[in-house]
């Protein structure tokens, strides 16, 4: 059964690029995303895991770790983080985890079969501090991410985490958000004493609470 936000991340050890983990113990006080490819020393990937060694800071910043994980053993790994660094302007510089035996990806159910029944798909796991599922995306193996969302939504959950706000479409930091439905107008302003434009009854903004 496939996981669902709010549910439980599973936990596991796992051998990865950077040594033997625990997850939960690497995970520490993080919030983590978990990431799987579908493949070593294909196109995609290569610029996939290059991008997100590329963006470490932007993770730090927010108390992220970042670890990767496809079904290719662990020299498969370590050779093609040459190729990595070589075509990417990058040093890696988180984990790959080596999952041989799909211990990861059959408990994130990563391997979709009508897909491909080898290998796992581009699935991302966005979770948090407390260990719950927070996100969940799934891409086709033809596809690359886009780290810029996933930043961007890392963004919106620590704030709605927070603040009883919501985030629109399309939102970035620093722009208004939206009131939480659940907010009567009569707490609205002393909860968000910067300012609340009612636009209807339901759609209620205010500037970014955090800033
Ligand atoms: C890639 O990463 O380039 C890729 C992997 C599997 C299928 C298609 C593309």
């Known amino acids: 059964m496939s996981l669902r936000l709010?549910?439980?991340?599973?936990?596991?050890s796992a051998t990865?690029?950077?040594?033997?983990i625990d997850f939960y113990k690497w995970l520490g006080n993080s919030w983590g995303v978990l990431f799987s490819h579908p493949a070593d020393y294909t196109p995609?990937?290569?610029?996939?895991?290059?991008?997100?060694?590329?963006?470490?800071?932007e993770f730090d910043k927010r108390n992220v770790k970042a670890i990767a994980v496809s079904v290719d053993p662990l020299d498969s790994h370590q050779s093609w983080i040459k190729d990595i660094n070589e075509t990417?302007?990058?040093?890696?510089?988180?984990?790959?985890?080596?999952?041989s035996n799909r211990q990861v990806a059959s408990a994130y159910d990563m391997?979709?079969?009508?897909?491909d029944d080898k290998a796992t798909v581009r699935s991302v796991?966005?979770?948090?501090?407390?260990?719950?599922?927070?996100?969940?995306?799934?891409?086709?193996a033809s596809?690359?991410?886009?780290?810029?969302?996933?930043?961007?939504?890392?963004?919106?959950l620590q704030l709605t985490a927070?603040?009883?706000?919501?985030?629109?479409a399309n939102w970035r930091q620093g722009e208004d958000c939206i009131v939480s439905p659940s907010v009567p107008d009569s707490d609205a302003q002393n909860l968000f004493p910067k300012g609340v434009r009612k636009v209807k009854p339901y759609l209620r903004y205010t500037p970014q609470p955090d800033l």
């Open 6 to 12: 709010g549910d439980q991340a599973p936990n596991f």
């Open 16 to 20: 990865t690029t950077e040594g033997p």
């Open 44 to 57: 995609v990937c290569t610029t996939e895991l290059g991008a997100v060694a590329r963006i470490k800071a």
């Open 88 to 99: 990417q302007a990058c040093t890696m510089n988180f984990p790959i985890i080596a999952d």
């Open 111 to 115: 391997i979709h079969p009508k897909a």
């Open 125 to 140: 796991f966005i979770i948090g501090p407390d260990k719950k599922i927070k996100l969940t995306l799934t891409y086709p």
């Open 143 to 156: 596809t690359g991410r886009n780290f810029a969302e996933i930043l961007r939504v890392i963004d919106s």
């Open 162 to 168: 927070h603040h009883k706000v919501a985030t629109p």
